[in-house]
């Protein structure tokens, strides 16, 4: 049984396999889309996620904490000026997985993983708005959505007699 193993090993020992996402993630960077397996992908995204988020507090200890992983300073430099730039308001999900279907070859499920800033298909060229805190119990808050009433007043119509 596998009980508490979520790693997914992919068929590869360990070194195999951190070379592998390495030079994955290296290339997502750089290229800000690529097309791989669903279970690579789904694998690569939690290794680049945390590397991504580590980006946002540009220090010595953290780009020495990211290249000891990534082995690439290209990447390195990109992760830490273009892309950590692009995802400073983004709380998390930093990467997208998009479903193409199976392979003509071996029939592997295939998709397309992204970095989510990067694509204006969806966004249709916007800037996302910021999203506002909700609660359970009554939604967005009511000061905000209702106008005030001394900020409008309201003619009067004159009273027929």
Not at 14 to 36: D, G, V
Not at 115 to 139: E, F, H, P, Q, S
Request: one cysteine or more.
């Amino acid at each position: 049984m596998r009980h508490n193993n979520k790693i997914n090993h992919l068929g590869r020992k360990s070194a195999h396999r951190n070379s592998m996402l390495a030079n994955m993630a290296s290339s997502l960077i750089l290229e800000k889309r690529i097309i791989t397996t669903t279970a690579k992908a789904k694998a690569l995204r939690l290794y680049v996620e945390p590397m991504i988020t580590r980006s946002k507090d540009d220090s010595t200890n953290s780009r020495r904490i990211v290249f000891a992983q990534l082995q690439n300073k290209y990447a390195v430099t990109e992760l830490f000026r273009e892309v950590s730039q692009k995802v400073a308001n983004r709380p998390g999900g930093y990467t997208r997985i998009i479903k193409l279907g199976l392979r003509a070859g071996d029939n592997a499920d295939m998709c397309m993983m992204e970095l989510v800033d990067y694509n204006d298909i969806y966004t249709n060229g916007k800037k996302a708005a910021k999203a506002t805190k909700t609660t359970r119990r009554g939604g967005k808050k009511k000061a905000a959505e209702a106008p005030k009433a001394e900020e409008a007043p309201v003619a009067e119509a004159p009273k027929a007699e």
